[in-house]
């Protein structure tokens, strides 16, 4: 067995000759891992009255992906870039999409093409949405993001009556409900005291304004926890889960999450070179290309691979060797370069090295058309 998780598989054997004509680097997916993850996930959320948006933006709303999450029980799909809900629409999805982040003014008519849901702070955005709902003839549900601390997008709680009131008033928008987003940018965990918030800030605007505003969008995937403790207040109805389904992790500490599987997607990249090595540089040293300045362990003479992919592709320090014998050391814009002295199998060049990434480098790796 693995000596990397429960629910991953040993590293598979690098000479696969039936794979040997496939382009390398690549991404590979694991899309019944990905539906059984879902599943637990939605299930979860159900359970307790909530809907789930999942999102699909860390694989660039891959059809694979979309599909299996799908079919593991979203009540919506959400992406935070245009081109990947205009690519679920012309793909006939008939679950409804939402846009996650704060629409573009300039893209405002691309977003009621494509979007049922958009998440908004500001009024003149929401101005804009309007008029070109109104020149297609349809509505679109906008839900007002309210900023409980985290400092990323929302109107502070003291202006959020008053967005609502606006946006109420403007032809073919339906304002649904109240959202926020936590543990991002700020990394403020979800707590009973913020979630009450948000629902003593729903209280306030429905005292002002008469609507029911039925949404309350509790967050992402950092919620979860908060929820299966139990400690979840029920007027929460609606999350946005992303990581904690397609990796099966605890965002607050990227622990597995219970009844997940971690092996979702692997990374695939192939040795190029390999060398004994110091594993020290010999000379003066100033800032590396990316500006940084590296520090270095002399661990004396080492074998030392460098492998087809790089920082254009992938977050470096944010991928996993299924061989525990292998060690990441860093990467240029084009190499990645690993310590295999103690690797579980000798390494060869050509060899297929095996890696799960974490999130970021998910999202580099779904996005860079290298991989």
Not at 116 to 123: A, I, K, P, Q
Not at 272 to 291: M, R, Y
Request: aromatic share 4%; proline share 7%.
């Amino acid at each position: 067995p693995s000596a990397v998780g429960p629910n991953r598989p040993s590293p598979p054997h690098r000479k696969a000759d039936a794979i040997m004509y496939i382009r390398t680097p690549r991404l590979e997916i694991y899309p019944q891992r990905i539906e059984e993850n879902a599943r637990a996930i939605t299930t979860l959320c159900h359970q307790h009255g909530i809907r789930v948006a999942c999102v699909t933006k860390v694989t660039s709303a891959h059809p694979a992906v979309v599909n299996a999450l799908v079919a593991g029980g979203a009540d919506m799909v959400a992406d935070s870039r245009i081109l990947n809900l205009q690519s679920m629409v012309n793909t006939g999805l008939n679950l409804p999409l939402m846009l996650l982040r704060i629409p573009a003014p300039s893209r405002a008519a691309d977003i009621v093409r494509c979007a049922d849901y958009s998440l908004n702070s500001s009024v003149q955005t929401i101005e804009l949405l309007s008029e070109a709902a109104q020149f297609l003839k349809i509505q679109h549900h906008v839900i007002i993001m309210v900023d409980l601390g985290d400092l990323r997008e929302g109107v502070w709680p003291d202006r959020a009556a008053e967005v609502v009131c606006q946006a109420a008033r403007l032809p073919n928008i339906i304002v649904e409900g109240l959202g926020c987003n936590l543990a991002c940018y700020g990394g403020v965990i979800p707590s009973v005291e913020n979630m009450q918030k948000l629902i003593e800030v729903r209280e306030a605007c429905r005292k002002a304004t008469g609507l029911e505003l039925n949404l309350l969008s509790g967050g992402n995937s950092a919620n979860l926890p908060l929820l299966a403790s139990g400690k979840m207040p029920k007027e929460i109805n609606h999350f946005r889960i992303g990581e904690a389904i397609v990796l099966g992790r605890n965002v607050i500490d990227r622990s597995p999450w219970p009844g997940t599987r971690q092996d979702t997607f692997v990374l695939k990249a192939e040795v190029v070179e390999l060398e004994t090595k110091p594993s020290v540089p010999i000379g003066e040293t100033g800032q590396d290309a990316f500006g940084g300045t590296p520090t270095f362990v002399d661990r004396g003479l080492r074998k030392r691979a460098i492998l087809n992919i790089g920082r254009q592709d992938v977050v470096v320090d944010g991928i996993e060797p299924l061989d525990p014998g292998i060690v990441v050391l860093g990467g240029s814009s084009d190499h990645l370069i690993l310590d295999v002295e103690e690797a579980a199998e000798p390494v060869k060049v050509g060899d297929e090295l095996a890696f799960y990434p974490g999130y970021g480098a998910l999202l580099a790796l779904s996005t860079s058309p290298y991989v």
